[in-house]
């Protein structure tokens, strides 16, 4: 039944987004864009997830369901549209397959450490010419930073992993301050710092994909908090922009050794919100 999933929320607070986007900022992203991303995603996962249940069908003799988990894959697709901008449909295509793929290739112990859709950013943007991410499309929060906070609570609330996203903009926003502070600027310029719809977005929904990110609140907790301070370095010494995206790429690694330092139950997308993780931290779930 849509809406018992954690996913089905996510998936349509990020097509009102998408919608309110479009609608109100005047965005350069074209309709095609979207479909081939979403498209691409769904493509690439149906072929991957085949693929990969016929191997262990063949290799472990496993009589497991065929399961796709599309709604991941459009999520992803999802991602992609609201954040990448590009003028060939042939980069979006690659970034949605590069995505998609990473979660099948970049994993260790049946989990992928890469978040789908920054992988597919991060990878356009090294691999192309022609790919960007624009930080300020959304402008400053205003009301929708309201919508953010309440949509991105509540599916946070789903999953019970709202502490990583506290964490990030708490770290984020206390580097901003030690530095406004030191510089003698006052406190509007922290507030517009803060105020970016994107980041907020991104702390929200991006950084807090239960599948990739450490099982360990305490790991959790480290790991979201590492990846602030890098963002305000790339950001406010190297004048990277784009730079919470690149923080988040070089740090996703790290999850696999918390995990290794703080044991604790893998999450599961199949039970309730609040007892969303699985019995033993190994159990195989969808990508």
């Not at 450490?113 to 010419?129: K, R, Y």
């Not at 205003?142 to 708490?170: E, I, K, N, P, Q």
């Amino acid at each position: 039944m849509f809406l018992k999933d954690a996913r089905d929320y996510q998936i349509l607070f990020l097509s009102l987004f998408l919608v309110l986007g479009i609608g109100t900022k005047d965005w350069t992203l074209r309709p095609e864009m979207i479909g081939v991303a979403i498209a691409t995603t769904l493509l690439i996962q149906s072929l991957a997830a085949l693929l990969m249940h016929l191997y262990l069908k063949r290799t472990q003799n496993t009589d497991r369901a065929f399961n796709p988990s599309l709604r991941s894959a459009l999520i992803t697709g999802l991602g992609l549209s609201l954040l990448l901008r590009t003028d060939h449909w042939t980069t979006m295509a690659l970034a949605a397959t590069l995505a998609i793929l990473s979660k099948f290739l970049c994993k260790w112990q049946d989990k992928h450490f890469f978040n789908p859709a920054n992988f597919g950013i991060i990878a356009v943007l090294v691999l192309t010419q022609d790919a960007w991410v624009s930080p300020g499309q959304w402008g400053e929060v205003g009301w929708y930073g309201l919508l953010f906070a309440g949509t991105g609570g509540l599916v946070l609330h789903r999953v019970g992993r709202w502490d990583t996203s506290v964490m990030f903009l708490a770290t984020y926003a206390t580097c901003l301050s030690l530095r406004d502070l030191w510089l003698g600027w006052t406190w509007d310029v922290w507030f517009h710092s803060l105020s970016s719809g994107s980041l907020i977005l991104f702390a929200l929904f991006m950084l807090t994909d239960p599948r990739s990110i450490p099982n360990a609140r305490s790991a959790r907790l480290l790991w979201s908090g590492s990846i602030a301070v890098v963002t305000f370095v790339l950001q406010t010494q190297f004048l990277l922009s784009t730079g919470v995206f690149w923080a988040l790429f070089f740090l996703a690694p790290l999850t696999l050794w918390f995990d290794q330092i703080w044991e604790a139950p893998r999450f599961t997308w199949d039970t309730p919100a609040t007892l969303a993780i699985s019995p033993h931290p190994l159990t195989r779930n969808d990508p």
